[in-house]
């Protein structure tokens, strides 16, 4: 089996997929989809062979994606986790910088970007402009040109492409432009074309600080996305007040303010559901509730043993997530939260070292006597 063929393909199922899954009409089960992915990487991802063979996983016979080993975050940054040759690289994703330095930073290599793409645009349309593509845009962050390694630069610069209207990106060289911003919030007001601002949530708190009597109001209709924590990089706000100051700064409504949800490892974005059900649609109207694309599927897990909790029970997340097809379609996270008939809430980091679970399963992965 040769891996080019067979990528292309489980692309074209898990694309084909999407698409269905959008129309009502998936061409196939979830499960048969994530399995034969998991089939694929198991054979040519040794990182996640290793730990197939290690759990003594019969993957050949499996009909259930919940029996997919899920490969812990922090095994990016200690192996290769692709199907493919470094040669074949067409991106490659790194995490954030830590106090480690940069050869700790985890790396989620792309062989192709076409399914990222398609992913992260129909879900982002679905939560941030199901009803308008006329629409401005602000990026509270460096472009893609800046940070070419960056997941979230990259999906930023995806969205201000779709979206086709004026765009402005406002962090250069680590500097947030406060004076560029209330610029492009003028040019909105005096074109009268809303606009999507596109950020994290420390730059929003640097915003606040330095808008100072500045009038960055936005016409109606304008939206806001916030992604991400604070690492460390400005003050933090509780969660309730930064939406609020911030729906304050921009004169936009409470339910208009979106949180997204992603991570490097991964392929797929998950948003709170408030502005899609403010505008009519079915979905989490709580600010605090994710919704996962249907594409991917979120599991609460045993921090020790892994095994899935009952709905509502809080453990840390799992991950099954279709268009991370030359990865690991499975990923285990350390980040605590339930999943409810509602949708996914999230609490933050697992206080501590790494969850024994994921401790454990890491051995597994790096053990070369399972090899």
């Given at each position: 089996m040769t891996v080019r063929p067979t990528s292309e393909a489980l692309h074209g199922r898990?694309?084909?997929?999407?698409?269905?899954i959008l129309r009502g009409a998936p061409p196939e089960s979830?499960?048969?989809l994530a399995l034969a992915l998991a089939r694929f990487q198991?054979?040519?991802v040794p990182a996640l062979g290793r730990l197939v063979r290690a759990r003594g996983i019969d993957l050949a016979s499996a009909r259930d994606a919940a029996v997919i080993p899920a490969l812990p975050c922090d095994v990016f940054r200690l192996a290769r986790i692709a199907a493919h040759a470094p040669d074949e690289d067409t991106l490659v994703f790194r995490t954030s910088g830590t106090s480690q330095g940069k050869e700790a930073r985890g790396e989620h290599p792309f062989r192709t970007t076409a399914t990222y793409e398609l992913v992260a645009l129909r879900w982002g349309e679905r939560m941030l402009w199901p009803d308008r593509q006329d629409l401005g845009v602000l990026v509270l962050a460096p472009s893609i040109e800046e940070v070419a390694d960056s997941s979230l630069g990259f999906m930023l610069d995806l969205f201000a492409r779709e979206l086709?209207?004026?765009?402005?990106?406002?962090?250069?060289?680590g500097v947030l432009d406060i004076e560029g911003v209330a610029r492009a919030a003028?040019?909105?007001?005096?074109?009268?074309r809303p606009a999507l601002v596109l950020g994290a949530s420390f730059a929003f708190v640097h915003l606040?600080?330095?808008a100072g009597t500045r009038d960055l109001s936005l016409p109606p209709g304008s939206r806001v996305m916030q992604t991400g924590g604070f690492k460390g990089r400005s003050r933090e706000v509780e969660p309730t007040e930064l939406r609020r100051a911030i729906a304050s700064?921009?004169?936009?409504?409470?339910?208009?303010?979106?949180?997204?949800?992603g991570m490097t490892e991964l392929s797929s974005q998950l948003y709170e559901g408030t502005l899609a059900a403010a505008l009519g649609a079915r979905s989490p109207a709580r600010h605090?509730?994710?919704?996962?694309?249907?594409?991917?599927?979120?599991?609460?897990?045993?921090p020790t043993t892994l095994a899935p909790l009952s709905p509502g029970e809080t453990g840390i997340l799992r991950f099954v997530d279709l268009a991370n097809v030359d990865s690991s379609v499975a990923i285990q996270t350390s980040d605590l939260g339930r999943v409810t008939d509602d949708g996914v809430e999230l609490f933050g980091r697992a206080p501590g070292a790494t969850p024994r679970g994921c401790s454990l399963a890491i051995d597994e992965v790096l053990s070369r006597g399972s090899s």
């Open positions: 898990v694309r084909a997929f999407v698409e269905g979830f499960d048969d198991a054979a040519h086709g209207g004026p765009v402005s990106f406002h962090v250069r060289s003028a040019e909105a007001r005096a074109a009268g606040l600080d330095g700064l921009f004169g936009v409504p409470g339910a208009h303010i979106v949180g997204e949800y605090g509730v994710y919704a996962p694309p249907p594409w991917m599927r979120v599991t609460a897990c045993d």
